[in-house]
């Protein structure tokens, strides 16, 4: 009863999912790790967001308070796993000499119930000097966020410098991450 | 001179798998049953050699020998000698080796138990098999071997994710591995059964038990991991839908599929090339798996480390071996012509939906998976995907699939009658409104408990629709008790299997719902002496003891006292663990039992003014997703045992017939 052509849709499926890795592969080949996923945002100013106070007696997230200094604003939720592994980096980044002079850490909370976050950093510690919650993901949209964790280095003048696209590791903090940082503060 | 042994067997094992592949198939396509016959033997060497392999690393490990790169980069001397052990398959290398392992032990257990099967099937089954193992084989010698020495050898090793330093994590891979590589055994019938043309109840027959011995030891596998991420996590959430766990779903899914569609293959002739079609796609699924977490095309804490030589490579093998079989399926597959018909409210047609469903569901995954590769591919950008996306479209996918398992065994093969099938249910209708208008007014007052109602009525709707049918098919009630019992004890084996098993998701969507609606979280700092109240239970912090010395870390241990209306319960110790190498701390929730919830206690951080900050839960009927889980996998077992699919059983049944015919 079978039609003949039927019983190739699964290998036609099959042939372009095969495509997509590969491309994938050559990409990464090139040199292109789908964490360095390139950001049209580069260079350009971060967009504008006024978020709520994740916690209630501390400020919000917003990028009226962006200036002045070099920051990083790090996308987390606590669905995601990657961020736990990401998270004590972060806490220990901030811990080191010279690093919390310079650098503001802006927490967003992404799609997750605040309750969730609030204990997501009882839990594990807050590195964070601002933390903003963005519930339904429009600030994610604006930033151009494909997933959790996603950072974004923006320098003292407000522009984005520099995108990390999945959890930061130690080597990602200690070559990337810091030279950029120690960079931009000049 | 260890490690060369093993790597010499290694590279014997790949000639062996060489001749496992060609001589027999060629046998076959001649018809030649001495060159058939060679793919016993050589399953068994390469069972032989393959286990030498493994024995090598395993004792390079046991004694940590630190000329090998891999032991190096993965142990240490002062590690309990259970994780010297698991260190062995806790890293890509020697994973991959076990991987081979376990195929190697499927396909000595079909040389050695499959004597029963017709000699054709067999040699092209072990054929396949050992074109598998080639793949494998080479890819470990290439690019992957865990052999390789190190000179001049360091004084100690790297020692090992703490994470992982965990009995529940370090028997999860094993049996995910024997449920990932068991699909390959379905997998190599079915393509046995396409090169020969013929698929028919016998061929559906032969591959279930496998599949199902797969499919327990990846349900186990799967509950292992979600059980470690529970207790280690340490913030009682027990699934995340991270890359690498769905990586294990979806080909549990698929084979859940496969399981239940070679049942109408068995008993009805029917749904043939479905059947076979899942075969391929669910071992593919396993294979994907391995180059999703291998290759860096997704980022995840789980993956080992990425190497783009290895994904080339693994990805050659997915063409290779899912290209090639869904070709040769896209062949042959219309020559498989179907058996019985059967309207769509028969149990076919059910098990068919099933079928839809699960699939449905695997594909779901795989494209949430995949999503942001997608994504990236085709410029769409900025879509973001986790768990929200899974929550939102597999609750409604799983939903009517629980509604129809009730139905379905009480609708009868070929043409059902639903009417009749929910007319029986009637008692299974009452039960579910009692358990939701019960969950509504115990449950009042949080914030879930009309879905809460809704997904205990279902696990209810499961539940007793499932006992009902087993008391229909024992006329419990409608003959004289000792008539039922007869019954009773005449019940096939897979019948009590599938009871048990579909028992067994009802417990597991019960726990899913408790936990999902009434979990209690309450964090604070607390000084000595403080007390904390919890669902009803006093925790009162007693003290703390720091740098407790353990084989290769230091503890943090909190002392709770619990107490409850007054009566003392238990104690609960938390940990909090910093090991030596690699310096990372971890946490040891301590977890309190009563089958209903867990109490479960974390210690975190001090504040530095003699508080701690910690965190205490309860979980309500979490111990019930584990247990059930379990339930299903014994459900698993029960049906193994049935004499129809016992090794060497089809063949006592095929002979006796036609003794006593002639």
């Known amino acids: 009863m079978m039609r003949r052509w039927t019983t190739f849709v699964p290998f036609a499926v099959f042939a372009v999912l095969v495509a997509f890795f590969g491309w994938r592969l050559v990409l990464i080949t090139r040199g292109d790790a789908p964490n360095l996923i390139p950001s049209v945002m580069i260079d350009k100013p971060a967009p504008g967001f006024d978020l709520p106070p994740l916690v209630l007696d501390r400020p919000g997230a917003a990028s009226d308070a962006l200036s002045g200094k070099v920051t990083l604003i790090n996308f987390f939720s606590s669905w995601c796993i990657p961020c736990r592994a990401e998270h004590p980096l972060l806490v220990d980044m901030m811990n080191r000499d010279g690093v919390k002079g310079r650098l503001r ?42 997933g959790v964790p996603e950072s974004y280095l923006i320098d003292r003048q407000g522009r984005i410098r520099y995108k990390q696209v999945g959890p930061f590791t130690p080597e990602d903090i200690q070559e990337k991450l810091l030279p950029l940082l120690a960079e931009l503060s000049k | 001179m260890i490690p060369e042994i093993g790597h010499f067997a290694l590279i014997v094992a790949l000639f062996v798998s060489v001749v496992q592949a060609v001589v027999p198939l060629v046998g076959a396509i001649r018809g030649d049953r001495a060159w058939m016959d060679m793919a016993r033997p050589a399953a068994l060497a390469q069972f032989a050699l393959i286990a030498t392999a493994f024995g090598a690393l395993m004792s390079c490990y046991v004694s940590s020998d630190f000329s090998v790169l891999n032991v190096v980069q993965n142990s240490h001397t002062d590690k309990p000698l259970i994780y010297k052990m698991s260190g062995v398959w806790a890293n890509h290398e020697g994973s991959m080796l076990l991987w081979v392992l376990i195929l190697s032990v499927y396909g000595m257990a079909v040389s050695v138990f499959g004597g029963n099967l017709p000699p054709g099937l067999r040699a092209r089954a ?50 995910l591995y024997l449920g990932y590589v068991g699909f390959s055994m379905a997998f190599s019938f079915a393509i046995a059964a396409l090169l020969e043309g013929r698929v028919d109840a016998a061929w559906a027959r032969w591959v279930r038990p496998w599949t199902l011995v797969a499919w327990c030891a990846l349900t186990l596998g799967i509950a292992m991991g979600s059980w470690w991420a529970y207790y280690t996590l340490g913030w009682g959430g027990w699934w995340y839908w991270d890359p690498v766990e769905n990586a294990s779903l979806m080909p549990w899914l698929a084979g859940t599929a496969l399981l239940h569609s070679s049942i109408v293959v068995e008993k009805r002739d029917t749904l043939k090339a479905w059947t076979i079609l899942l075969a391929i796609v669910t071992f593919s699924l396993s294979l994907l798996g391995t180059f999703l977490v291998r290759s860096g095309v997704l980022t995840s804490v789980h993956s080992f480390a990425a190497d783009p030589a290895r994904g080339v490579f693994v990805l050659a093998l997915l063409v290779v ?5 869904l070709m040769l399926f896209a062949i042959r597959g219309p020559a498989l012509k179907g058996g019985g018909l059967f309207t769509p409210l028969s149990r076919e047609g059910s098990l068919l939906l099933n079928n839809v469903l699960m699939s449905t569901a695997s594909g779901t995954v795989l494209l949430g998976t995949l999503y942001p590769l997608f994504a990236d591919a085709l410029d769409l950008g900025k879509v973001s995907v986790g768990a929200p996306f899974f929550n939102a479209v597999f609750i409604p996918l799983m939903v009517p699939m629980v509604v129809t398992m009730a139905v379905a065994p009480l609708l009868s ?58 008391a229909e098919r024992v006329r419990l009630f409608r003959v004289p008790f000792a008539q039922s019992l007869d019954k009773i004890l005449r019940l096939p084996r ?71 209306d007054g009566r003392p319960v238990t104690d609960l110790y938390p940990e909090k663990r910093m090991f030596r190498q690699p310096p990372r701390p971890t946490t040891d929730a301590a977890i309190h039992t009563n089958l209903l919830g867990d109490l479960y206690a974390v210690i975190g951080d001090a504040d530095g003014t003699g508080g ?48 006593g015919r002639a």
């Open chain 2, 494 to 564: 897979s019948a009590y299997g599938m009871t048990v098993a579909h028992l067994g998701v009802a417990v597991v969507i019960a726990g899913i719902t408790g936990s999902s609606a009434w979990t209690i979280e309450k964090i604070q700092v607390m000084r000595p002496g403080d007390t904390v109240t919890v669902a009803g239970y006093d925790l009162t912090l007693v003290g703390t003891e720091d740098n407790i010395p353990g084989p290769n870390y230091t503890t943090l241990r909190a002392h709770f006292s619990v107490v409850r």
């Open chain 2, 126 to 175: 072990l054929s396949v098999q050992a074109m598998i193992g080639f793949g494998f084989l080479l890819f470990i010698l290439l690019t992957s071997n865990p052999f390789t020495r190190v000179d001049p050898a360091p004084v100690n090793g790297d020692g090992l994710n703490p994470l992982l330093q965990d009995p529940g994590l370090a028997f999860h891979p094993p049996f």
């Open chain 2, 321 to 325: 071996v899912t290209g090639g079989s």
């Open chain 1, 105 to 146: 850490l802006v927490g967003i909370d992404y799609k997750d119930k605040p309750e969730d976050g609030r204990g997501w950093l009882a839990r594990l510690g807050d590195p964070y000097d601002a933390l903003g919650m963005d519930r339904d993901g429009r600030v994610g949209i604006d930033f151009g966020v494909y």
């Open chain 2, 413 to 470: 093969w070929k043409r059902g009658d639903l009417m009749g099938a929910l007319g029986r249910l009637k008692f299974a209708a009452v039960a579910v409104i009692a358990v939701m208008v019960g969950t509504w007014f115990l449950g009042g007052g949080s914030s879930g408990p009309v879905w809460a109602a809704l997904g205990l009525g279902l696990a209810a709707w499961l539940a007793v629709g499932t006992l009902f049918d087993w």
């Open chain 2, 612 to 659: 701690f900050v910690t965190r205490l839960y309860f979980n309500p009927l979490v111990p019930w997703i584990f247990l059930g889980a379990v339930v299903m996998v014994i459900g698993g077992l029960v049906s193994l045992t049935d004499r129809r699919y016992r090794v060497g059983a089809p063949l006592r049944n095929a002979r006796a017939p036609a003794k």
